[in-house]
């Protein structure tokens, strides 16, 4: 039976009644951010988390991690916190090493969704959070499913509960469109890494 991530999120939203729990936020790009924060602020602690060493160039990587306190600005969210570690791509280059040849989708891209994921658990871990997430399900290009059994099998290596998500539904991709013509947010055209740019 196919799963319904949303609902899964949605209930688990519904039981924390008060409580505001620490979430770790893994964020692909301020677009993506933009209707998914909308969605998750007012029920988290939130801490963005832009740990993306797939992104290329160099210039493209500090543009995305530029665009983030604009967002949280003109979004009146000025309290979520913000950490962008350091640019290194070979780390990247080092996990999809024979894979450079696979189609956008393909298996190149759950081994960067894996990479990703897992230095967000191991930061989640580390920050005494109490769940973690990603931004990447609201984009219709990416693989909901898969993104959601890499967080929920990190999730039980790492010991750190994972937030299922399916942000596209309920029209969170369109709202991202939105959201940014109207903040003036950079919006990429390419998903990030050097094999994605067309």
């Known amino acids: 039976m196919k799963r319904d991530y949303n609902r899964e999120m949605e209930e688990y939203i519904g039981a924390l009644e008060w409580r505001r729990p620490r979430l770790l936020l893994h964020a692909c790009c301020a677009p993506c951010s933009s209707s998914v924060l909308e969605r998750l602020y007012p029920h988290f602690q939130v801490t963005l988390y832009y740990y993306n060493p797939n992104i290329h160039p160099k210039e493209e990587f500090l543009k995305r991690a530029e665009e983030f306190p604009k967002l949280l600005r003109m979004a009146g969210m000025e309290d979520v916190a913000l950490v962008i570690p350091d640019y290194e791509p070979e780390t990247f280059f080092r996990a999809v090493r024979g894979l450079e040849g696979e189609p956008e989708g393909g298996e190149r891209c759950g081994v960067c969704f894996d990479l990703r994921l897992r230095g967000a658990a191991e930061y989640a ?3 005494g959070f109490d769940l973690f997430a990603t931004t990447l399900t609201v984009s219709p290009h990416k693989n909901a499913p898969l993104i959601n059994d890499i967080g929920e099998r990190l999730a039980e290596e790492y010991g750190v509960l994972w937030l ?3 942000f596209k539904k309920k ?4 709202r991202s469109i939105r959201l940014c013509r109207e903040y003036g947010i950079y ?3 390419f ?3 050097v094999y994605s740019i067309v």
């Open 125 to 127: 871990v580390a920050g």
């Open 164 to 166: 299922p998500s399916d």
């Open 171 to 174: 029209d969170g991709y369109l």
């Open 187 to 189: 919006r990429q055209c």
């Open 191 to 193: 998903c990030g890494c």
